[in-house]
């Protein structure tokens, strides 16, 4: 045994000395918690799938470090007077094949995602409003052209509005508006599209070197004919696949991976290491995590959650700064209010929407003595002194998510005498399903923004909205919404986000769900790694500034 | 030379022969037999299972897990959901967990000084874990599942498995044939499909656990007892029985069964700790007990997860697994011995 | 014996459409969806269903869906790497997955064999307790545990195997999943060949064959082994189809895409991807079925007198 483990040593150390130092354009190694699902953007659905598309394609605009929309493949734009025409030119750029990114390409792709009615088909349709894009997606008319997106030349890329979007250049980031050349997907087998380096076109900073579907790890080199050539400073970046947070961080340290994510109890240890420390960045991740409470007769014996004191009880008697710092602890912020902070901030002002956590104080907060009160007037109400009802939350949504539910549990049933909560972990797809179909009492769930306006939230309490799921209804807050979105507000700035506080107020004074957190990432970086842009909504992570020193 | 002498003895006594007279080839040792056969079998089992020490350590190491199963989580002030913690000055919360296993007293033996830090004077043996809940409390109380999952994988093993396993081997042919189809068929599914399927018509919970593990548990078991149906069945004394009228279930049962014990009982102690993950599973996708309640395999699975930052979480659970498998086998040994009176240790 | 390892393959192709249609039923019947979604309208899903032939009658989607793969198309996935046919995301796990898998099979019987041989030849002594020990730490700890160990310490503190696995190096970057999927099976072999082996020992014809003067290498491998591989092929078979297809939480752990976690995806992660489950499901049952069918005839090879195929099948 010893001489084999002195052969073992022996063997190491020759190793470890025949790896030259690292050759010179080496490749930044990051990490993906999930595999990457795919790469066309009809079907990419998560924000991996999303990063490694955004790596290679790039749209009109595209993010500066702050998150603003700026030019990309559109070298300027120009809006109508009324606000309903946009007028895109696109400057001198080539797919990776060799042909020149034309208007046309544009046209291709968005007129598939209607067509294809996919997913994030909605961005078309509900939140970027374009004209004729609700009757393709919902099959009332297959002619494409109906879609209000045109090629006046091969430069001119021009969309058509039903109503102004104040945030509509902010949505050509995202990758649902990406070119696709058409040429190129039509001299494929169909289904292939995006399935190998061969099957998958380049315009971007970065061209697919390495994929297959379903592999742990792929990688991007950079793409000599990007129109920004000079800006890119990566050689390339290797993608692998990480399963565990406890694995990822074992990986940091080996030098395996320069960019990690780690969860809690990873990140109380790192933050005891005094090396590894120095290697911490917590970035937002956008999405808020919140309870969902269902309203309908048909769940929570009954409906009794329908009472808004007895939700006001329960939200008011979890200690949020106590589920941050104790058990999410990855700098995750306790969150008071129905938008979260730190992803919308205001055009004319700069501010955050939701920089002020303590506006709803009086109905979002922790207090058990105020949360006993409320819940002796539900019992007083409702004639019941004990209720018991089941917590869903899905159990392949990140390391905290059964601490949280544990946590929650705890808190709710010590303020709360006589209320008990069951907790039932599922897969998030049966989560959802459950959700959707109104069929549980209280749910653990999450909401990411897929824009910068607080409405990527707000507008899902609207009545019959497919996200409002706890079925609450009120009209004075479905007019606010519409007013917002297309009626008398939307070319005043500041008036539709008065308007838009005005509704926040309606959802939390009545706790039609319980914020508890908005979720940051615990990211370790290399030391020498820099430039790598962080933002919430869309991409989360961008490289094109990225060095390695 | 005993012989000789012997010889030359007058040929009217007849020659008794004595225990020297024969020399075994091999240099094993054969004890021989003391006190078999004037016992009934059972008794005679009985005495040789407590005569072997193996088998006693074994039984020793059962009941204290299963004492401390009982009685472990009341040993202690905490509850197996309580966590641990208080309100600093500022009304911030601090929790103990984290904590890795600590005695004050033997702090204080040692040093002669107060252990000092946040909750310093607390006794956790196996330490707590990252939700602030002491583990001594939790592991003993997840060991009370483990162990119901355990007993009844060794009845479903012994009364399905065997019976089906011995059936289809003995009647073999066109019985055969559709008995191991279905037993195909009752593998194919994935179990996860099929929980998810009944959890839609039946509680979650330990129930449908053991539903789930009635389904395909004891595939392995009928597996092998039907292998060593098919050995032993064309044996000469299986022929003499069925030729003196013996009807099938006898022949199975009585004649069959004992000599087949040996591999029977191996399975039987190797297919408790794979029922004992199946249940942590089955907890974690939702189908089975839910938090704060826990079972050794969902510690082990806890203890995972954090097993680089937190590594004495996985050791407890994982200690007591082993020990319920050191003990189970050593028992196992010792039926298998005391049963199948052949054995050179009878 | 030929006509009766036809009847068999028969018999197996039948027992897997049974499977495969008893799967196409109960996917179906599983909460949860093949499309989920947060984004999508119910009228947009109802649209989808009824593009991928949901609504239609389920004995019309089960023919078209055999007809499919009887031409070697699994279709492709609902919620899981939704454009690639499913063909070509399997071809690569099921590479994957039998590699890692056939040498941790090779190295757990083997290993398993010679330790179990060893301990029964010293029963009672210092290396039975040993084999015993190893054994039971081998079933009781999960294959994903001694994963991490081995990771840490020949990946991390030597750092000699790569942290992850890598296809290009894949000889080498397999060894550590090996040695981790191999423990179980290694300690089952172990603990039965040991066991039966003491067993067969102390049979009548073993105690003929030492009266008779046989002893050493000869005996074992000539008498004892012979008799005591019956048990032991019979819980090695389950293993072998175990370890081929994959173990969910090593793959994960250690980035290897494989049958295993593709399996757990498709049931239990964004949504229920029905065409995958189906897939892996036919790979599954056929395997095993496979593998039983080499089992029964193996018996009767190891032991002439058993005969599992009844009187008229054997000609």
Same mark, same amino acid.
């Given at each position: 045994?010893?001489?084999?483990?002195s052969?073992?040593?022996?063997?190491?150390?020759?190793?470890s000395?025949?790896i030259?130092?690292?050759?010179?354009?080496?490749?930044?190694g990051?990490?993906l918690?999930t595999?990457?699902?795919?790469?066309?953007?009809?079907?990419?659905?998560?924000g991996?799938s999303?990063?490694?598309?955004?790596?290679?394609i790039d749209?009109?605009?595209?993010?500066?470090?702050?998150?603003?929309a700026v030019p990309?493949?559109?070298?300027s734009?120009?809006?109508?007077?009324d606000?309903?025409?946009y007028?895109?030119?696109l400057?001198?750029?080539?797919?990776?094949n060799?042909?020149?990114?034309?208007?046309n390409?544009f046209?291709?792709?968005?007129?598939r995602?209607?067509?294809?009615?996919?997913?994030?088909?909605y961005m &078309?349709d509900?939140?970027g409003n374009i004209?004729?894009?609700?009757?393709?997606?919902?099959?009332?008319?297959?002619?494409?052209?109906?879609?209000?997106?045109?090629?006046?030349d091969d430069?001119?890329?021009?969309?058509? &509005?039903?109503?102004?979007?104040?945030?509509?250049?902010?949505?050509m980031?995202?990758p649902?508006f990406?070119?696709?050349?058409e040429?190129?997907y039509?001299?494929?087998?169909?289904?292939?599209?995006g399935?190998?380096?061969?099957?998958?076109l380049?315009?971007?900073?970065?061209?697919?070197?390495d994929?297959t579907p379903g592999?742990?790890?792929?990688?991007v080199?950079?793409?000599?004919d990007?129109w920004?050539?000079a800006r890119?400073?990566?050689?390339?970046?290797k993608?692998?696949?990480?399963?565990?947070?406890?694995n990822a961080?074992?990986?940091?340290r080996?030098g395996?991976?320069?960019?990690?994510?780690?969860?809690?109890?990873?990140?109380a240890?790192?933050?005891?290491?005094?090396?590894?420390?120095?290697n911490l960045?917590v970035?937002?991740a956008?999405?808020?995590w919140?309870?969902?409470?269902?309203?309908?007769d048909?769940?929570?014996?009954?409906?009794?959650?329908a009472?808004?004191?007895?939700?006001?009880a329960?939200?008011n008697?979890i200690d949020r700064?106590?589920?941050v710092d104790?058990?999410v602890?990855?700098?995750?912020?306790?969150?008071?209010t129905?938008?979260?902070?730190?992803f919308a901030?205001?055009?004319?002002?700069?501010?955050?929407?939701?920089?002020?956590q303590d506006m709803?104080?009086d109905?979002?907060g922790y207090?058990?003595e105020?949360?006993?009160?409320y819940?002796?007037?539900a019992?007083?109400?409702?004639?019941v002194?004990?209720?018991?009802?089941t917590m869903i939350?899905g159990?392949?949504e990140?390391?905290?998510?059964?601490?949280?539910a544990?946590?929650?549990?705890?808190?709710?049933?010590?303020?709360?005498?006589?209320?008990?909560?069951n907790l039932?972990p599922m897969?998030?797809?049966?989560?959802?399903d459950?959700?959707q179909?109104?069929?549980y009492?209280?749910?653990?769930?999450?909401w990411?923004?897929?824009?910068?306006?607080?409405?990527?939230?707000l507008?899902?309490?609207v009545?019959n909205?497919?996200?409002?799921?706890?079925f609450?209804?009120?009209?004075?807050?479905?007019?606010?919404?519409?007013d917002?979105?297309?009626?008398?507000?939307?070319?005043?700035?500041?008036?539709?986000?008065d308007?838009?506080?005005k509704?926040?107020?309606?959802?939390?004074?009545?706790?039609?769900?319980?914020?508890?957190?908005?979720k940051a990432?615990a990211n370790l970086?290399?030391?020498g790694?820099?430039?790598?842009?962080?933002?919430?909504?869309?991409l989360?992570?961008?490289?094109?500034?990225?060095?390695i020193? | 030379m005993?012989k000789?002498?012997l010889?030359?003895?007058?040929?009217?006594a007849p020659?008794?022969?004595?225990k020297e007279d024969?020399?075994?080839l091999?240099?094993r040792?054969?004890?021989?037999?003391t006190?078999?056969?004037?016992?009934?079998?059972?008794?005679?089992v009985?005495?040789?299972f407590?005569k072997?020490r193996r088998?006693?350590?074994?039984?020793?190491i059962?009941t204290v897990?299963?004492l401390?199963?009982l009685?472990g989580?009341?040993?202690?002030?905490?509850?197996?959901?309580d966590?641990?913690?208080?309100r600093n000055?500022?009304n911030?919360?601090?929790?103990?967990?984290g904590?890795?296993?600590?005695i004050?007293?033997?702090?204080?033996?040692?040093?002669?000084e107060?252990?000092?830090g946040?909750?310093?004077?607390?006794?956790f043996?196996?330490g707590?874990d990252?939700?602030?809940?002491?583990l001594?409390t939790?592991?003993?109380?997840g060991a009370?599942?483990s162990l119901?999952?355990a007993?009844v994988?060794?009845?479903?093993d012994?009364?399905?498995?065997m019976?089906?396993?011995?059936?289809s081997?003995?009647f073999?042919?066109?019985?055969?044939q559709?008995?191991?189809r279905?037993?195909?068929?009752?593998?194919?599914?994935?179990?996860?499909?099929?929980?998810?399927?009944l959890?839609?018509?039946?509680?979650k919970g330990?129930g449908?656990?053991i539903v789930?593990?009635l389904l395909t548990?004891?595939?392995?078991?009928s597996?092998?007892?039907?292998a060593?149906m098919?050995k032993?069945?064309?044996q000469?004394?299986?022929?003499?029985s069925?030729?003196?009228?013996?009807?099938?279930?006898?022949?199975?049962?009585?004649?069959?069964?004992?000599?087949?014990?040996?591999?029977?009982?191996?399975q039987?102690?190797?297919?408790?700790?794979?029922?004992i993950?199946?249940?942590?599973?089955?907890?974690?996708?939702g189908?089975?007990?839910v938090?704060?309640?826990?079972?050794?395999?969902?510690?082990?699975e806890d203890g995972?997860?954090n097993?680089t930052?937190?590594p004495?979480?996985i050791?407890p659970?994982i200690?007591v697994?082993a020990?319920l498998?050191?003990?189970?086998?050593f028992?196992?040994?010792?039926?298998?011995e005391a049963?199948?009176?052949?054995?050179?240790?009878? | 014996m030929g006509?009766?390892?036809?009847?068999?393959?028969?018999m197996?192709?039948?027992?897997l459409?049974i499977?495969?249609f008893?799967?196409f039923?109960l996917?179906?019947?599983?909460p949860g969806?093949?499309?989920?979604?947060?984004?999508?309208s119910?009228e947009?899903?109802a649209?989808?269903?009824?593009e991928?032939?949901l609504?239609?009658?389920?004995?019309?989607?089960f023919?078209r869906?055999?007809g499919n793969v009887?031409?070697?198309?699994?279709g492709?996935g609902? #919620?899981?790497?939704?454009?690639?046919?499913?063909?070509?995301?399997?071809?690569?796990?099921i590479?994957n997955?039998?590699?890692?898998?056939g040498?941790?099979?090779?190295?757990?019987t083997?290993?398993g064999l010679?330790?179990?041989?060893?301990?029964?030849?010293?029963k009672?002594r210092?290396?039975?307790?040993?084999?015993t020990v190893?054994?039971?730490l081998?079933?009781?700890v999960?294959?994903?545990v001694?994963?991490?160990f081995?990771q840490y310490?020949? #990946?991390?503190?030597i750092?000699?195997f790569?942290?992850?696995?890598?296809?290009?190096?894949f000889?080498f970057s397999?060894?550590?999943p090996?040695? #981790?999927? #191999?423990l179980?099976?290694?300690?089952?072999?172990a603990?039965?060949?040991?066991n039966?082996?003491?067993?067969?020992?102390?049979?009548?014809y073993?105690r003929?064959a030492e009266a008779?003067?046989?002893?050493?290498r000869?005996?074992?491998?000539?008498?004892v082994?012979?008799?005591?591989?019956?048990?032991?092929?019979t819980v090695l078979?389950?293993?072998?189809?175990?370890l081929?297809t994959?173990?969910l939480?090593v793959?994960?752990?250690?980035?290897i895409n494989?049958?295993?976690?593709?399996?757990?995806?498709a049931?239990?992660?964004?949504?229920?991807?029905y065409n995958?489950?189906l897939a892996?499901g036919?790979?599954y049952?056929?395997?095993?079925?496979?593998?039983m069918?080499?089992?029964?005839l193996?018996?009767g090879?190891?032991?002439?007198r058993?005969?599992?195929a009844?009187?008229g099948?054997e000609?």
């Open positions: 045994m010893k001489k084999l483990l052969l073992m040593l022996a063997l190491a150390i020759v190793a000395c025949a030259p130092a690292m050759a010179e354009d080496k490749y930044l990051v990490m918690g595999n990457v699902m795919s790469l066309d953007t009809n079907l990419a659905t998560d991996d999303f990063e490694v598309i955004a790596d290679c749209g009109l605009l595209q993010m500066d470090a702050d998150g603003a990309a493949i559109a070298e734009y120009d809006l109508s007077d606000g309903l025409t007028t895109f030119h400057r001198d750029a080539k797919w990776s060799g042909d020149a990114v034309t208007a390409d046209v291709f792709a968005w007129r995602i209607a067509q294809e009615a996919g997913e994030y088909a &078309l509900e939140i004209k004729g894009a609700a009757e393709i997606i919902s099959k009332q008319t297959d002619d494409l052209t109906t879609l209000g997106v045109t090629a006046a430069k001119t890329f021009v969309v058509e &509005l039903n109503v102004p979007v104040s945030f509509f250049p902010s949505l980031y995202f649902t990406y070119p696709i050349n040429a190129f039509n001299s494929l087998e169909e289904g292939t599209y399935t190998s380096p061969e099957t998958f380049s315009n971007g900073a970065f061209v697919l070197e994929y592999t742990a790890n792929l990688s080199k950079k793409n000599p990007y920004d050539a890119i400073q990566l050689p390339g970046i993608y692998q696949v990480v399963g565990s947070s406890d961080l074992t990986a940091f080996t395996a991976l320069d960019v990690v994510m780690i969860s809690g109890n990873q990140v240890a790192a933050e005891k290491d005094a090396a590894l420390s120095q960045k970035t937002g956008g999405y808020m919140y309870l969902s409470f269902s309203q309908t048909k769940n929570a014996q009954g409906g009794k959650l009472n808004a004191n007895l939700r006001l329960i939200t008697a700064d106590n589920l104790n058990y602890m990855d700098g995750s912020l306790a969150t008071y129905a938008v979260p902070p730190q901030a205001s055009s004319t002002t700069g501010a955050d929407f939701s920089a002020d709803f104080a109905y979002v207090d058990p105020k949360a006993q009160a819940f002796e007037k019992k007083e109400e409702l004639g002194d004990t209720f018991e009802f939350y159990n392949n990140g390391d905290e998510v059964a601490k949280v544990q946590a929650i549990k705890e808190d709710v049933e010590d303020a709360l005498d006589g209320l008990t909560i039932q897969t998030k797809a049966e989560r959802l459950k959700m179909n109104d069929n009492d209280v749910a653990l769930t999450r990411g923004p897929d824009y910068a306006d607080p409405m990527t939230y507008g899902m309490w009545t909205n497919s996200n409002n799921y706890g609450w209804s009120n009209a004075e807050y479905d007019q606010l919404i519409a917002c979105t297309t009626g008398a507000y939307i070319t005043d700035y500041d008036a539709r986000w308007a838009m506080y509704a926040e107020t309606l959802v939390l004074q009545e706790a039609v769900i319980a914020p508890l957190y908005t990432n970086i290399t030391a790694v820099e430039g790598i842009d962080f933002h919430p909504v869309a989360n992570r961008v490289y094109k500034d990225t060095v020193k | 005993a000789k002498e010889q030359l003895q007058a040929p009217a020659y008794v022969p004595v024969f020399v075994l091999t240099k040792d054969i004890h021989t037999d006190n078999f056969a004037s016992q009934s079998y059972w008794k005679g009985f005495t040789h407590f072997n088998a006693v350590v074994g039984l020793v059962i897990i299963l401390l199963a009685f989580p009341l040993m202690n002030g905490f509850g197996y959901r966590i641990v913690q208080y000055e500022k911030k919360r601090v929790v103990a967990k904590i890795s296993p600590q004050p007293a033997i702090h204080r033996l040692l040093t002669g107060e252990p000092e946040n909750f310093a004077d607390y006794t043996l196996f707590t990252d939700l602030g809940r002491d001594w939790r592991t003993w109380y009370r599942v119901l999952i007993f994988t060794i009845i479903i012994m009364i399905i498995g019976s089906y396993g011995l059936i081997g003995y073999g042919g066109a019985v055969d559709v008995m191991q279905f037993v195909e068929i009752a593998n194919s599914v994935p179990r996860l499909v099929i929980v998810s399927v959890a839609i018509f039946m509680p330990m449908l656990v789930a593990l548990e004891w595939i392995g078991m597996k092998i007892a039907r060593e098919l032993i069945k064309e000469e004394y299986v022929l003499a069925r030729t003196l009228g013996a009807r099938n279930g006898h022949i199975i049962f009585k004649e069959i069964l004992p000599n087949t014990i040996g591999p029977i009982i191996t039987v102690m190797f297919s408790i700790p794979t029922a993950f199946t249940e942590a599973f089955l907890s974690f996708v189908v089975g007990i938090l704060p309640q826990c079972s050794v395999g969902t510690l082990i995972f997860n097993i930052t937190l004495y979480q050791l659970p200690i697994l020990l498998m050191l003990g189970f086998n028992i196992g040994d010792g039926l298998r049963l199948a009176p052949k054995l050179e240790d009878m | 006509k009766y390892v036809c009847k068999r393959l028969g197996a192709l039948l027992t459409l499977i495969t008893l799967l039923l996917v179906r019947i599983m969806n093949p499309f989920p979604s947060e984004r999508m119910a947009q899903i649209n989808k269903r009824a991928m032939g609504d239609d009658p389920i004995l019309t989607q023919i869906y055999m009887l031409q070697g198309d699994f492709k609902t #919620s899981l790497y939704n454009g690639a046919p499913i063909r070509t995301v399997l071809s690569t796990a590479s997955s039998f590699r890692i898998g040498v941790a099979i090779l190295l757990g083997l290993v010679a330790l179990g041989i060893t301990a029964a030849l010293n009672g210092f290396l039975d307790g040993f084999c190893f054994s039971i081998g079933v009781c999960p294959s994903y001694f994963l991490i081995l310490t020949f #990946s991390f503190r750092p000699f790569p942290y992850f696995f890598d296809p290009t190096r000889a397999s060894v550590i090996a040695v #981790s999927l #191999s179980f099976t290694m300690s089952t072999i603990r039965f060949t040991r039966e082996m003491v067993e067969v020992f102390d049979s009548d073993v003929l008779k003067g046989m002893y050493g000869n005996l074992v491998m000539k008498h082994l012979r008799n005591a591989l019956i048990p032991i092929v078979a389950p293993l072998v189809v175990d081929l994959g173990a939480v793959e994960k752990i250690y980035g494989g049958i295993g976690k593709l399996m757990v995806d049931i239990a992660g964004e949504g229920i991807d995958y489950v892996l036919i790979l049952s056929a395997l095993y079925i496979g593998i069918l080499v089992v029964d193996l018996y090879v190891l032991d002439p058993i005969r599992v009844s009187k099948e000609a």
